[in-house]
């Protein structure tokens, strides 16, 4: 069973930092695409950034293009979303998730950790 844990969420200023990661178990990853996403209060969850386990290829929305950035330890099956310049509007529910490069469905979740930047 393929498990997904978010941690490093909190409280930050703006223009401050944050790390977020996610812990992956339950199955080898080598052909599966990890995603990030939010969903902000009264919004719907929106796509942030993805990278492929193997050769760590990333794509970014246009929103955090430039300050946040993806990274991979496959060593312990976890990801990375390193987040910079934070703004208010980056605030909201962080999550993970999973899919193999074969679909553009994320068929695995994690269960969320709140990001909050205040002005």
């Known amino acids: 069973q393929v498990q997904l844990v978010e941690s490093g969420g909190g409280l930050v200023q703006a223009g401050g930092s944050l790390r977020l990661s996610c812990a992956a178990s339950?199955?080898?990853?080598?052909?599966?695409?990890m995603g990030w996403f939010r969903q902000a209060p009264g919004k719907e969850r929106e796509f942030v950034a993805s990278i492929t386990w193997s050769g760590g290829h990333t794509y970014y929305a246009d929103s955090v293009k430039g300050r946040f950035t993806c990274s991979t330890d496959n060593a312990v099956n976890t990801v990375y979303l390193q987040m910079n310049s934070l703004k208010p509007e980056d605030t909201g529910i962080y999550y993970c998730a999973v899919r193999t490069k074969a679909t553009p469905q994320y068929d695995y979740w994690g269960q969320g950790t709140q990001v909050t930047v205040s002005s």
């Open positions: 339950g199955r080898t990853f080598s052909n599966y695409v």
